[in-house]
């Protein structure tokens, strides 16, 4: 999510509004939705607003967007003649899913690096990347797609089962039932992305003389490649994905509502679900900058967590009521900084874009965690939060 912090902190050095930015995220998502009101609802979450980074990144591939709408279509589909089956999938997953999404944080933020003159560095290292992507992030989505596949063809699946397949005979089974095919290998060489996983995993891989690479994969199947026919394979895998993770990741915005209500109604409590501070740190960022607003730092001890924040925005021209707009605005992420970190107290200081200290606002840990619990409302936080005006 490291890209989308610095596009959005661009945008706002830039001049952009807040409002613009939200013009701007939704017009480009929109095709991708179906649910108008979830993307509106849903915005400025992290994860929708590093796959808006992502779209824009891909805009000159039309294979990135037209795949991720026939992998959307197909999810539509899928819910339309089978949603309480498809939904039951869905929240399956989560957990699983979750905890893949944690570790991906970490892999993304790895860079390959193709400038490197030892071949056998760029090897290791592309090998490394292409192996965790298939494995952490890709397989565990193919596995819900083959169910859907099945669910299909047989009006019922056993998700279990499912998950028992090795990778391999995953993708082959939606390859023999012409799903996704274009998704699923690499050209031009047509090697199944459980093949690269395979090449890479068991490190069957080394440099030639000739400067080249030569991989072996199967039952005595072998491919060779320069560099930058390596680069062209690298670039395809991680496109898959990328289209993989932000076609499903759409599809579950647009159905949120279904799922937290198919989920209170069967016992399914995933709010307690595993999920790394680091990544929880870093979508709380991206939140802020959505609204125009820098996270400088999250200060905890003991007992107490201080954040300070930047406003980014051109306060400059603002009149007093419409800073403390923004004051109030960022006193609503409280309850969200307190779920970070748990502390018994919460304070969040307000700087100017010139670094000034103008706002600190204040709340117990006790009020969050009766508001977390439903004991008291939302309401209660602002009643009894503590506000310090500085200018």
Not at 53 to 81: G, T
Not at 194 to 204: F, Q
């Amino acid at each position: 999510m490291k890209r989308i912090g610095n596009i959005l902190t661009g945008c706002f050095e830039h001049g952009y509004s807040v409002e613009e930015l939200k013009t701007t995220v939704i017009d480009t998502l929109s095709p991708f939705f179906s649910n108008a009101y979830a993307l509106k609802q849903y915005w400025t979450d992290a994860e929708l607003l590093s796959a808006f980074e992502y779209i824009i990144r891909y805009q000159c591939d039309e294979i990135f967007s037209s795949k991720i709408i026939e992998l959307i279509k197909f999810y539509q589909a899928v819910y339309v003649q089978y949603p309480n089956e498809m939904l039951d999938i869905v929240t399956h997953s989560v957990c699983n899913l979750l905890q893949k999404e944690n570790i991906m944080w970490h892999k993304r933020n790895n860079e390959i690096s193709f400038e490197s003159d030892e071949l056998d560095e760029i090897v290791v290292k592309a090998m490394a990347q292409i192996g965790s992507v298939l494995e952490i992030g890709v397989k565990p989505i193919l596995m819900e797609l083959w169910a859907y596949v099945k669910l299909i063809s047989n009006g019922r699946v056993d998700y279990k089962k499912i998950q028992e397949l090795r990778f391999g005979t995953i993708i082959q089974n939606l390859l023999n039932a012409h799903y996704f095919e274009d998704i699923l290998q690499t050209k031009p060489q047509m090697l199944k992305l459980s093949d690269w996983r395979n090449i890479a995993y068991h490190h069957s891989y080394r440099v030639l003389q000739s400067q080249e690479f030569l991989c072996t994969y199967g039952k005595d199947n072998s491919v060779v490649f320069n560099v930058d026919e390596l680069k062209s394979y690298t670039y395809q895998i991680i496109r898959a994905a990328n289209i993989l993770s932000i076609a499903r990741m759409f599809f579950i915005f647009d159905h949120l509502e279904a799922i937290k209500g198919y989920c209170t109604e069967h016992g399914n409590d995933y709010s307690t679900a595993y999920i790394s501070k680091s990544l929880q740190k870093n979508s709380i960022a991206v939140s802020f900058l959505s609204q125009g607003y820098k996270l400088l730092s999250i200060h905890e001890d003991d007992e107490f967590c201080v954040t300070d924040i930047q406003d980014l925005t051109d306060t400059s021209s603002m009149s007093k009521t419409e800073k403390m707009k923004r004051w109030i605005h960022v006193s609503q992420y409280q309850m969200i900084i307190w779920k970070l970190t748990q502390k018994e107290k919460i304070t969040i200081n307000y700087f100017s874009p010139d670094l000034i200290n103008e706002f600190s606002c204040g709340i117990t840990g006790d009020i969050c965690r009766e508001v977390f619990e439903g004991t008291k409302n939302p309401s209660d936080i602002a009643a009894q939060m503590e506000i310090d005006i500085k200018i």
